[in-house]
């Protein structure tokens, strides 16, 4: 358990040491994108799970498993549907270098959320399989 901790805080640490060190974090803070990717999943999660699916923590070892799993898929696919939307928005606006990449910094930045959260996703699955295996020991 203490290994989680510090392996949760290394990354932690090392995502937002990245983004500070490469200028102003304001540049990874944008709503559409994070509308795009937290919504596109959660909106996944209920659909396949309904809203009983949401009690992560509380459900059987088994089901959470297949809840992280269909979660990494959705936020990926999620990302990459975000960039697809922003790249042909930049295109839209391809004489307008502003407007083209304002659109391009924003479909990147919902690849990145897709995979930031499909990061959590793995890490508690991770975490669920841990907890399988040391209980049946």
């Known amino acids: 358990m203490k290994s989680n901790i510090i392996g949760l805080l290394l990354i932690g640490l090392v995502i937002i040491g990245a983004i500070v060190l490469g200028g102003s974090y304001k540049l990874f803070i944008n709503i559409p994108s994070l509308i795009i990717v937290f919504g596109i999943t959660i909106g996944g ?3 396949r799970f309904g809203f009983g699916g949401l009690t992560l923590f509380t459900s059987q070892n088994n089901t959470r498993l297949i809840y992280c ?14 960039t697809v939307i922003g790249i042909i928005q930049c295109f839209f606006n ?10 391009f910094a924003i479909s990147f930045l919902t ?6 959260l499909a990061l959590i996703f793995h890490l508690l699955e991770r975490n669920f399989v841990n907890e399988d295996a040391n209980h049946n020991v």
């Not at 269909?70 to 975000?82: H, N, Q, R, V």
């Not at 391809?94 to 659109?103: R, T």
């Not at 690849?111 to 930031?116: A, W």
């Open 69 to 82: 799993q269909y979660g990494k898929f959705l936020s990926i696919i999620s990302g990459l549907l975000g």
């Open 45 to 47: 999660l209920i659909y």
């Open 111 to 116: 690849l990145f959320y897709g995979f930031l």
């Open 94 to 103: 391809i004489n307008d270098f502003s407007k083209a990449g304002d659109a």
